[in-house]
């Protein structure tokens, strides 16, 4: 069994091989503790100045970063590594342990709750755990996700715009070790609080992605999430052995596409049921029908007809049938060169 921490500065992150933890944090309606999983690896071949952390479980119904993290706390032989591992294959362990996105404690987003407050309810407090313990002792963070049941998403990694260049091209080569076929750049306007925009402004390498969608668990995303966070770990040497392509032999490179400005995520204009007739990844027209909002109150009422504002690809569409007004219906895309990220 893992062993229960109480207080975090107790953690010694350099202690030699695997270690399985159980981080308490204390309830705040009652007596008891939310035990959020942490394991720690030190590999037996030396150090390496590119510690890796991996969280799953940011949301509670995301699955796939939560069973491909889970996996590798198993899988990964301290012996055959170099330099420091931690991973955490359920953040929000409350919210996990719900099958819901936010934690059922204190309501909270725990992608919504950086940098985090000690002294907050149990997500800030985590969050406050994750920066002020577990980011020092790594370069390189690595957030698996997916769309919930609001988003349906390509398979793809994700990051923001980087002012910085060097920060932006490591970034986008650790994005593409993921071999989804897409890597989205986002808009950082559209949320703040998140995880990776701590790591980021901390200028660590921070690749974040949308590995399934419906809360189900998405085979090829776990692949991707799993295989990917082997490849980053080989790729800093933490891991002996070549990167591997995760998808089939001959698949075309990933394709890198961009929506960073807010006005590309399209809130719906009214309440309906969704129809969408295009799907995540396709690339469509400007004009293009993408889907249909139907009102139900009068049957005998034309549906809404949702039409791509530009020409692009479908980087996001709303997943449940009911989206209501104000929630992101779509997000069409850009394609971009690589060249303008990595060099
Ligand atoms: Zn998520």
């Keep these: 069994m893992p062993t229960v921490i109480y207080d975090a500065s107790r953690i010694d992150f350099s202690l030699p091989g695997k270690t399985h933890y159980q981080i308490a944090f204390h309830l705040d309606g009652s007596w008891g503790y939310s035990l959020v999983p942490v394991t720690v690896i030190n590999g037996r071949r030396g150090a390496n100045p ?78 406050s755990f994750v920066k002020n313990y577990l980011f ?13 049941v609001e988003g349906a998403f390509p398979v793809c990694t994700s990051f923001h715009p980087i002012a910085d260049a060097a920060q932006r091209a490591e970034i986008a080569k650790v994005s593409q070790l993921f071999d989804t076929e897409f890597a989205f750049i986002y808009a950082s306007t559209m949320a703040s609080g998140l995880l990776t925009d701590e790591a980021e402004a901390e200028g660590k390498i921070a690749v974040g992605g949308e590995f399934g969608a419906g809360a189900s668990t998405d085979a090829t995303g776990v692949r ?113 060169e690589w060249s303008e990220v990595l060099d």
């Excluded at 020092?136 to 919930?148: C, E, K, M, S």
């Excluded at 080989?234 to 990167?243: A, C, P, Q, T």
């Excluded at 109150?297 to 980087?315: N, Q, T, Y």
């Design 136 to 148: 020092p002792q790594a370069r390189v963070v690595i957030d698996v996700h997916a769309g919930g």
């Design 50 to 127: 590119n510690g890796v952390i991996c969280f799953g479980g940011t949301h509670g119904n995301e699955y796939e970063g939560q069973i491909a993290v889970k996996r590798l706390c198993s899988d990964l032989d301290s012996g055959r590594m170099a330099g420091r591992v931690i991973l955490v294959p359920q953040l929000s362990e409350s919210a996990c342990r719900a099958g819901s996105r936010t934690s059922p404690l204190d309501g909270v987003n725990m992608n919504r709750a950086f940098p985090g407050n000690a002294r907050g309810t149990i997500s800030y407090r985590i969050a």
């Design 224 to 336: 991707h999430a799993y295989e990917g966070i082997r490849n980053v770990l080989r790729h800093y040497g933490l891991l002996e052995g070549e990167i591997v392509r995760i998808r089939e032999n001959g698949a075309a490179p990933t394709r890198l596409i961009r929506a960073d400005q807010l006005d590309s995520y399209v809130p719906a204009p009214r309440d309906g049921v969704w129809e969408p007739v295009v799907r995540p990844g396709d690339e469509v027209k400007q004009g293009q029908l993408l889907g249909r909002l139907h009102d139900f109150s009068d049957h005998s009422s034309p549906a809404l007809e949702i039409v791509a504002p530009r020409c692009g690809i479908v980087a996001m569409l709303h997943l449940a049938a009911r989206p209501v007004k104000g929630q992101t219906l779509f997000v069409v895309a850009e394609q971009v």
